[in-house]
RNA sequence: GGCGAAGUGGCCGAGUGGUUAGGCAGAGGUCUGCAAAACCUUCUACAGCGGUUCGAAUCCGCUCUUCGCCUCCA
């Protein structure tokens, strides 16, 4: 059994075997920090969270690098325009460097809180300012860029493949071009610029052999991936709207340098929609995560995202993510009863669930059938509880260890079973667990006198409180509900 | 205009030549004092029109529709 990927380049599936095992080299481009995260930015980071947990689970040693951009992305078209920190810093009238620092922490919260693992290595732009420049002066004495008037742009003519990832034609490129770039410097239309002499008042400006400037926004990610990664590296990520013309400059820039191959496997995810249109910036429709998580469980968002293959769009509505709420209590329920149901004496078979849980997640990350064979598990384990005869200790052990692995460390849906039984520390727990077991006992001889008007009173408060009682074969039992 | 993706049952969402996706919602049942949860049974599909094939949701062609990129976006 062996994982394959699709890459993006080429457009087929691909086995996946890193270029030196079982090291692999990962690169993810990271957000621009001007604004808090959305659900687009959680699409893309907990995809690649899967993407790193199931290659980490496979024996593989990855190497997960994914940058902050917090210079040089432009508010507008072609190398023009406004930076996006900077506007942001004018916005809301402070500096740059607050802006990024601000948002870059933001992001990482509401990373947290969508349980999306840290990446081993988390670079910025601005930090990387030498890097970059280094890169450029490379470029210009090989012939791959050259200089206007303090700027320095790459010369898209000088690189024959320029387009192969989109599958760009350089003649698609030129018509496109041509329309917003009539007055510029650059030889071609489709040039970029790799440097930008800074205009009076620009805020985050470097020293540099032709000007005092900034990079470019394609070369931050060719100089970092190759400093901390090599030359070639295994997998490169981001969202679909990148493969052009980020992902194709970057391509350019680095390997007309190296004369290597960049990236092995590019690999993209789909964009976030909402209610059927696009998630936009422009549009007011996008969502913003600190919001959501006021309304919905992080993990719920989790889940939810996962419930569709990374490749594919996501359309975000409350009522589909109601559904995954309701869905994913399911799977809490039956880790909840495996935790706490005394055993019996069958015997319940997990490699069935276990193969084919590896098969779909081998199969270019398949979370979704992932998903669905950790339902029917759930089906089958409540069915077996149900019975009379009851699951075996060993097969209830098997099934608990599988859910902790597949649904919390793999996908991470699932969170450790004896934390969601209490929270707080010990003591409380135990108090807590005496307190209910009284009104329990009330509750219970309430029933006995027939007095439903009392024990239906002390169930509903109960759950008011967020403590839900049901009344099993086992007797009564009950957990706290979210 | 160019490049690309896609249209699946009430909703979300997998699947790519013959065999159950899965979840949510709906209906009936078991259990229960009543619920809740769980289990059992069950309804509603593959945009349209042609073609290839013994057989197509799946391959090919056309039509319609939607979405993305080409200008900042994960």
Known sequence: MSLFIYNSLGRTKEKFVPLHPPIVTMYVCGPTVYGHAHLGHAKSYVSFD????????????????????????????????????????????????????FYTKSFYEDMDCLMVQRPNIAPNAAGHIPEQIDLIE?????????????????????????????????????????????????????????????????????????SIGYPGWHLECSAMSMKYLGETIDIHGGGMENRFPHHDCEIAQSESVTGKPYVRFWMHNNMVTVNGTKMGKSLKNFVNLKDLFKIFDPIVI??????????????????????????????????????????????????????????????????PIAIAVLFELSKSVNAALDRTEGMSETSMQEAAAFLDKAGREILGILQDNSQTDNSGNELNGKRLDAVIDVLLDLR????????????DKIRDRLLDAGIEIKDTKEGVSWSKKS
């Open 138 to 210: 490379q470029l210009i004495k090989t012939g791959h860029a050259y200089e206007v008037n303090g700027n320095v742009y790459f010369s898209v003519e000088s690189f024959p493949e320029y387009g192969k990832l989109s599958g760009r034609t350089n003649q698609d490129a030129l018509q496109s071009g041509i329309r917003v770039e009539i007055r510029s410097d650059k030889r071609h239309p489709s040039d970029f610029a790799l440097w930008k002499k800074a205009e009076e008042g620009h805020l985050m400006k470097w020293r540099s052999p032709w």
């Open 302 to 367: 989790r889940f939810f995202i996962l419930q569709s293959h990374y490749r594919s769009p996501l359309d975000f509505s409350e009522v589909a993510i109601k559904a995954s709420t309701t869905g994913l209590e399911k799977l809490r329920e039956t880790q909840r009863r495996l935790g706490e149901q005394r055993p019996g004496t069958l015997a319940f078979d997990m490699r069935p669930f276990e193969q084919r849980f590896s098969e779909a997640m081998d199969d270019d990350f398949n979370t």
């Open 444 to 455: 219970a001889e309430a029933r006995k006198n027939k007095d439903f008007a009392l024990s």
């Open 50 to 101: 899967v993407v790193v947990r199931w290659l980490r689970h496979s024996g593989y040693q990855v190497k997960y690098v994914q940058n902050i951009t917090d210079v040089g992305h432009l508010t507008d078209d072609a190398d023009e325009g406004e930076d996006k920190i900077s506007k942001q810093a004018r916005l809301e009238k402070t500096d740059p460097m607050e802006i990024s620092q």
